[in-house]
T-cell receptor
Framework: DAGVTQSPTHLIKTRGQQVTLRCSPK?????VSWYQQALGQGPQFIFQ???????QRGNFPDRFSGHQFPNYSSELNVNALLLGDSALYLC??????????????FGPGTRLTVL | AQKITQTQPGMFVQEKEAVTLDCTYD???????LFWYKQPSSGEMIFLIY??????QNATEGRYSLNFQKARKSANLVISASQLGDSAMYFC??????????????FGTGTRLTVIP
């Protein structure tokens, strides 16, 4: 049973560039959430996708956008990169029908460094 | 206001001993879920244990148990018989019912646990 996978593992970009991160959910899951984890902090919710629509969004600017594909995989796009965007980006998958009790399973993350 | 507070930046425990990691939460919703995750240096968040606000008994999963005190709004993680592989960051997280049903997680700042041989 394949878990959540993310690519790439590491990425180095310069200020002003754009980046795309990818996530494949755990088998059987239909919902993907993205989190940003700055160094020494807990993860912060960016947004969640279900049925190819953004279902909920955290306190992140429009530079952060996403997409979900029919096979439930997802992309996170960040435009006009800032130094402060350097972080570990975590993808989590879950079942929409699970409600409050449903567990989110996380991928290994993509470490983004903005120079 | 912080939804999840973890006041212990770092904790040390002797191998084979038990350790308690503290977590307090803040919500006005009667329905919520509490989670603990382990994050090794590799970065992946590993789910450990879940407690629902209406659960009558404290959750247990192997060596992990959750000391749930609803009136105090605390959900402390107890790890029994610590092992060297338990050395990692531990995060407490809460989920509330969202308007859209998204049920995203709110995380604390974490506690770094070091197990001493």
């Amino acid at each position: 049973d394949a878990g959540v996978t993310q690519s790439p593992t590491h990425l180095i970009k310069t200020r002003g560039q754009q980046v795309t991160l990818r996530c494949s959910p755990k088998s059987g899951h239909d919902t993907v959430s993205w989190y940003q984890q700055a160094l020494g902090q807990g993860p912060q919710f960016i947004f969640q996708y279900y049925e190819e629509e953004e279902r909920q969004r955290g306190n992140f600017p429009d530079r952060f956008s996403g997409h979900q594909f029919p096979n439930y995989s997802s992309e996170l796009n960040v435009n006009a990169l800032l130094l402060g965007d350097s972080a570990l980006y975590l993808c989590a998958s879950s079942l929409a029908s699970g409600g409050l009790t449903d567990t989110q399973y996380f991928g290994p993350g993509t470490r983004l460094t903005v120079l | 206001a912080q939804k999840i507070t973890q006041t212990q930046p770092g904790m040390f425990v002797q191998e084979k001993e038990a350790v308690t990691l503290d977590c307090t939460y803040d919500t006005s919703d009667p329905s919520y879920g509490l989670f603990w995750y382990k994050q090794p240096s590799s970065g992946e968040m590993i789910f450990l244990i879940y407690q629902g606000s209406y659960d009558q008994q404290n959750a247990t999963e192997g060596r992990y148990s959750l000391n749930f005190q609803k009136a105090r709004k605390s959900a402390n993680l107890v790890i029994s018989a610590s092992q060297l592989g338990d050395s990692a960051m531990y995060f407490c997280a809460m989920r509330e019912p969202g308007i859209t049903g998204a049920n995203n997680l709110f995380f604390g700042t974490g506690t770094r646990l070091t197990v001493i041989p």
